[in-house]
């Protein structure tokens, strides 16, 4: 089954400035990807997902993420964070039928004033 | 309906009962899942759903757990002789072919 590694468990950042959230996978067939948030005491909303044509993939609330299929990346990033990002993001990977999906640990992303 | 529904919320039970965990997916989404997240953790897999049939199940964690789907729509998840370490937030999620996963709000279960 496909696995994924996010490196990073906690994130604080400053508000405005820029990050990163890292998520690399293992898969041994051709893969979908997703960030999930979320958000304290809500469920998991979808941020964006890759299913197939350009690597750079655009999401809700000004994130976007890119596929690097030789590194097996799907990182996430947003070039200016707001307070209301803090929140729980997950990487998720599924196989190219969308079946048995796995997800990381999780990275807390706390965005400070 | 609109949204994936899980039932109930909230179920506080003892030690050694047995529990029923209910998922409504979105009409028409083939795939069905379920999750189990503890506090601090990513959704653990559980099993997974297409149509009737569990075409996944390998994250039970034993055999206390078991999960059915007999008409291919609602799913429950049972478990019996609950034990403290089963307290957890239990997700489901659903899918159709090619699209992702929508997830509902979860049931909290918490075995005293």
């Known amino acids: 089954a496909q696995s994924v590694t996010q490196l990073d468990s906690q994130v604080p950042v400053f508000e405005e400035a820029p990050v990163e959230l890292r998520c690399n996978y293992s898969?041994?067939?051709?893969?979908?990807l997703f960030w999930y948030v979320q958000y304290p005491n809500q469920g998991l909303q979808l941020l964006l997902k890759y299913l197939s044509g350009s690597t750079l993939v655009k999401g809700i609330n000004g994130f976007e993420a890119e596929f690097n299929k030789s590194q097996t990346s799907f990182h996430l990033r947003k070039p200016s964070v707001h307070i209301s990002d803090t929140a729980e993001y997950f990487c998720a990977v599924s196989d190219d039928n969308n079946n048995d999906m796995r997800f990381g640990a999780g990275t807390r992303l706390t965005v400070k004033p | 309906g609109a949204g994936v529904s899980q039932t109930p919320s909230n179920k506080v039970t003892e030690k050694g009962k047995y529990v029923e965990l209910r998922c409504d997916p979105i009409?028409?989404?083939?795939?069905l899942y379920w999750y189990r997240q503890s506090l601090g953790q990513g959704p653990e897999f559980l099993i997974y759903?297409?149509?009737?049939?569990?075409?996944?199940d390998s994250g039970l964690p034993n055999d206390r757990f078991f999960a059915v789907r007999p008409e291919g729509s609602v799913s429950t998840l049972k478990i019996q002789r609950t034990e403290r370490g089963d307290s957890a937030v239990y997700l489901c999620?659903?899918?159709?072919?090619?699209?992702?996963?929508?997830f509902g709000q979860g049931t909290r279960l918490t075995v005293v």
């Open positions: 009409s028409g989404h083939t795939a």
């Open positions: 759903f297409q149509g009737t049939g569990a075409a996944d």
């Open positions: 999620a659903s899918s159709r072919p090619g699209g992702p996963a929508f």
């Open positions: 898969s041994s067939v051709s893969v979908y």
